[in-house]
């Protein structure tokens, strides 16, 4: 299991959560799209942004590392 805080700071692209590459990816969802970390194996995981309604905004904000994490 992967804690927030090593996701937040970037560490996820090299930690696995037991069965795979974990990565940031934007995802798709009825309420806009949103970051969330992706297990290479199992899909998404969890949601880690706010909602953007746009995919191209959230693509930019995690370019940039700008993303607005959801509280
Ligand atoms: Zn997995």
Request: glycine letters at 12%; a positive charge.
């Amino acid at each position: 299991m992967l804690s927030k805080k090593s996701v937040r700071s970037g560490a996820a692209a090299n930690v696995g959560d037991g069965d795979g590459p974990l990565q940031f990816r934007v995802c798709p969802s009825r309420a806009g799209y949103y970051i969330g970390t992706y297990c290479g194996d199992c899909g998404p995981l969890t949601r880690e942004s706010e909602y953007y309604a746009r995919r191209r905004d959230a693509e930019l904000d995690l370019r940039n590392q700008t993303v607005r994490w959801r509280h």
